[in-house]
């Protein structure tokens, strides 16, 4: 690993990201794992709002997970289906 906490840290191999630095979780979103950024912020904020049935839930992490991911609109359904599992899983 090459860098600093000045100039930033990367992978002195490829230039990327290093492995011990990437925040990014995955979830199982139609059978492929896909990167949401800052999903374990999104769940503690969602958490915080005690949505009270499934569809409130899973309009306030859809909302959320928009704001830092793209979202194509044709698997927003199942996007929103996979985020919920996600979220039960983790937190319930």
Not at 13 to 32: E, Q
């Amino acid at each position: 690993m090459g860098g600093d906490d000045k100039d930033g840290y990367y992978c002195s191999i490829c230039g990327g990201i290093p492995p011990d630095k990437i925040t990014t979780k995955r979830v199982l979103i139609d059978g492929k794992e896909t990167g949401i950024d800052h999903l374990d912020w999104i769940f503690e904020e969602v958490t915080k709002l005690r949505p009270p049935d499934d569809a409130a839930l899973t309009e306030e992490l859809m909302k959320r997970v928009r704001e830092f991911n793209y979202v194509p609109t044709k698997k927003g359904d199942v996007y929103a289906a996979a985020l919920l599992a996600e979220y039960k899983k983790q937190r319930i």
